[in-house]
């Protein structure tokens, strides 16, 4: 599998640090709000990513931390007069509920900063006494930017350009304008934590270094994150752990790009943004999901309603061909596969090998996706033109579907056997054979009308008659 690595600026293969193993890490969120849209984009690349490699067979462990103490959350908790926890516990709930929804899969394990102090307090003082860190004297600890002679390799801009960008604000007391604070001393009224260098709290930066450490080890396989975070949050992440740790950090360094609308990177400080929340409640999460495959993950996406409209209706084409899959296979013959399914079956081998070579060839997903749909396709033509298809071959070719599409985490839900109304269409739709049975067919026509007013659409189809939610 080839995945583009920033620090080379190429796609590299992979090749795991242990065989049959990964350990990956990605920038979660900072509490303090629903996530929206942009955000979303990180977090359910990284879920596919994880996904992939489980279903080639690695084993993963994979972290994504929860930012629970920064500015922005001591700011909404002052604004609501509660404690920073209150906030943060809030929104960690909210996340669960917004990722479910998109179908991004909990993580192996998601800390959280405020329970990783131990971590923090311990990889600062390494620094320090490795001259890599000093605590000024107004108790904020800084990292020496200069004592790293390898600081800026993974932004790739020389130095100086990093330095003309760097400035000293109000109130820090950095030796040089490129350090950065590794610990904020305790400001009045603020949450803080006992250091040996004074009560504070964690610099953002420092928090990812510490996870990463004493939870997937000095030395991981993947780190990711959106491409805003490369600098400085994550060039400062490698300086931090490598000077601590004097080996690499991660060996490759995978960023989504931009989120964007109206061509512009969606963002909370540039109010252009829609929640998650929101989004979903008008075309449904999975179409969210459904949306984020169709480009690649580092191409900028532009979010408009006529592209999540488009892919809605993809995703119900996918439900559609699914659901007339699982009716042909409850009303097929049994036996065995014949010849010619057989040979068909084999054939459809080839969709699934066109997935796997575009998900190895840096996540492609949008040829993956093509691929599902001509799967969908073939499987739709063949069920067409041959009524009498088994059991055996409908089910071998409903499995595909679902695994390849299960990779993709979309079309896996049970809509409509889900529909609290199913049992009272399915008594319907009897009542409306046993009248057609009869010739009673005005009967039939009031039941035809009695379900269209339920919403349902039915479909007569040579294996018996077929609901659909319009
Ligand atoms: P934050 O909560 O702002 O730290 O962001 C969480 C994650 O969302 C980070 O990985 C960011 O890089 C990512 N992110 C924020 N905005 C966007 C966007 N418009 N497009 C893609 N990723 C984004
Ligand atoms: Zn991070």
Redesign the pocket.
């Known amino acids: 599998m080839k995945l583009f690595n920033t620090l080379t600026r190429q796609k590299d293969e992979f090749v795991p640090i242990t065989p049959g193993e990964v350990k990956m890490y ?5 509490v303090y709000n629903f ?9 359910i690349v990284f879920d596919l990513l994880r996904r992939y490699f489980e279903y080639r067979g690695y084993k993963v462990e994979f972290v994504q931390n929860f ?1 629970d103490i920064d500015d922005k959350v001591i700011a909404k908790a002052n604004e609501e007069g509660v404690t920073y926890d209150v906030i943060a516990d809030r929104y960690i709930k909210e996340y669960y509920v917004d990722a479910e929804g998109l179908g991004i899969r909990r993580a192996t394990l998601h800390p959280r900063a405020t329970e990783t102090m131990d971590a923090i307090i311990g990889i600062i003082q390494k620094l320090i006494d490795k001259g890599h860190a000093y605590a000024a004297p107004n108790g904020d600890v800084y990292f020496r930017t200069k004592s790293d002679p390898e600081y800026g390799k993974l932004c790739h801009q020389p130095l100086e350009d990093l330095q003309a960008g760097a400035r000293i604000s109000v109130g820090e007391q950095k030796e040089d304008p490129m350090d950065f604070a590794v610990w904020k001393a305790a400001k009045p009224g603020e949450p803080s934590w006992d250091a040996p260098w004074g009560k504070g709290r964690p610099g953002w930066h420092i928090e990812c270094s510490a996870m990463v450490n004493k939870y997937l080890g000095q030395t991981i396989d993947i780190h ?6 490369t600098f400085p949050h994550h060039e400062n992440e490698i300086a931090q752990s490598e000077c601590a740790n004097g080996c690499t950090f991660a060996n490759y360094w995978v ?6 609308i109206d061509n512009e ?4 400080s540039k109010g252009n ?1 829609f929640m998650v929340r929101e989004a979903a409640q008008a075309f449904g999460y999975e179409t969210i999901r459904m949306f984020m495959l169709s480009a690649h993950y580092r191409t900028p ?1 532009n979010y408009s309603e006529e592209s999540l409209r488009m892919n809605k209706a993809s995703l119900e084409r996918l439900y559609e061909a699914r659901n007339n899959m699982e009716f042909r296979i409850s009303k097929a013959p049994d036996g065995g596969m014949s010849p010619e399914e057989a040979e068909k079956l084999a054939a459809l081998g080839a969709y699934k090998q066109k997935f796997i070579d575009a998900m190895d060839d840096d996540l492609n997903t949008a040829d993956a996706l093509s691929a599902v749909f001509e799967l969908t396709r073939e499987v739709n033509g063949y069920m067409a033109a041959h009524q009498d298809a088994t059991a055996a071959f409908l089910t071998a070719a409903h499995a595909l579907f679902m695994e390849l599409t299960g990779v993709l985490g979309i079309a896996q839900r049970r809509e409509e056997a889900a529909d609290p109304d199913a049992e009272k269409i399915e008594a319907l739709i009897a009542q409306r054979a046993a009248a057609k049975k009869n010739k009673d067919f005005a009967e039939a026509d009031r039941i035809r009308d009695e379900l269209a007013g339920m919403g349902v659409t039915i479909k007569d189809t040579r294996q018996g008659t077929q609901w659909s939610r319009a």
């Open positions: 990605s920038c979660g969120p900072t996530f929206h849209v942009g955000n979303a984009r990180p977090f930012t990711g994150g959106g491409l805003d975070l960023h989504n790009g931009f989120l964007t990177k969606m963002s909370k943004f996406l």
